[in-house]
């Protein structure tokens, strides 16, 4: 398996610059084309203004959602003019309501998508709802950019995030690309399950699968010593100096994480280190 197409979504120049510039840099290292979808979105809400006012406002919020997919196209064609590798650049506007089935459509036939990180300081609802209709609704890997941070040229150390959940299983899957080149692999388990199918031997079937793929990888066993998973997580990367976290992506339901929380969310909140992420 190769990326052969990579997806990014434009609704912001400035929240989007680090995901468009990373985008670019995988386009280029891999030689894949790069789609880029400029949104426009209209975020009013039909029957929240009193009658008759509905469709002037409308009327007006479509219009601007028009030229700003419009300023987002040109913004990238400009970005993307003398690039070495192939692109397109689409101008599209949607309502808010809209929006996940014209993500899902755009983005199915995607090997990657790559976004910024929807929570946090430059987080907004628009990232998160992209993110998330891309993942679930698309079928599609999402790679997370951080903010402030350069994707690097090379990915040459990787940290798995192994819990046995077939989230986790697919997302080693849709990083294998990445997984191949890199010089390192470290399997990471936290707490592994006492009465788990890998109780005597934790990350082995998974070590097993990697390398008939020509993979070495090691295996770490954490404890939770932290008050999170993310935490844990995000410490041993930054130990491990890894370049990639691959992990599967709500293993729980989402309004769950949204609630109580979870690995998921908290990584989406906090990471500062690229992240894989498959459903």
Same mark, same amino acid.
Not at 31 to 54: K, M
Not at 161 to 178: D, Q
Not at 200 to 219: A, F
Not at 250 to 275: C, D, K, N, Q, V
């Given at each position: ?7 990014? +979504?434009?609704?912001?120049?400035e ?5 468009? /510039? ?13 789609? +880029? ?13 009193y009658?008759?006012?509905t /469709? ?36 599209? *506007? ?29 987080? *907004? ?46 997302? !080693? ?37 990697? *390398? ?6 090691? !295996?770490? !066993?954490?404890s939770?010593?932290?008050?999170? +998973? ?33 690995a998921?969310? *908290? ?13």
């Amino acid at each position: 398996m190769t990326y052969q197409t990579i997806t990014t +979504v434009l609704t912001d120049i400035e929240k989007n610059r680090p995901a468009f /510039a990373a985008s670019q840099t995988l386009a280029q290292t891999l030689g894949a084309h790069l789609d +880029v979808i400029c949104l426009g979105l209209d975020r009013t809400q039909p029957g929240f203004y009193y009658a008759g006012a509905t /469709a002037v406002v409308m009327q007006d919020s479509l219009g601007q959602a028009r030229e700003d997919a419009l300023e987002l196209e040109d913004h990238a064609r400009k970005a993307l003019k003398g690039a070495s590798f192939n692109w397109s650049a689409t101008g599209l *506007s949607a309502q808010m309501v809209a929006l996940n089935g014209l993500i899902a459509q755009r983005t199915r036939f995607s090997d990657l998508v790559v976004m910024p990180r929807p929570y946090g300081d430059n987080g *907004s609802h628009d990232l998160e709802a992209i993110t998330e209709a891309a993942m679930f609704d698309g079928d599609v890997p999402v790679l997370i950019q951080p903010a402030d941070k350069e994707f690097p040229q090379e990915i040459n150390r990787i940290l798995i995030a192994w819990n046995e959940s077939r989230e986790a299983l697919r997302a !080693v899957k849709a990083a294998m690309p990445f997984l191949k080149k890199a010089e390192t692999v470290n399997i990471a388990i936290i707490d592994p399950p006492q009465h788990g199918p890998e109780r005597s031997d934790p990350g082995g079937q998974l070590s097993q699968m990697l *390398s008939r793929h020509g993979i070495r990888p090691e !295996v770490s !066993v954490l404890s939770k010593t932290m008050p999170k +998973v993310a935490d844990v997580l995000t410490r041993h990367a930054s130990d491990t100096d890894a370049d990639l976290v691959v992990m599967g992506a709500y293993s729980h339901s989402r309004f769950r994480e949204s609630i109580l929380g979870g690995a998921t969310r *908290s990584m989406l909140e906090s990471t500062e280190t690229p992240l894989l992420l498959a459903h």
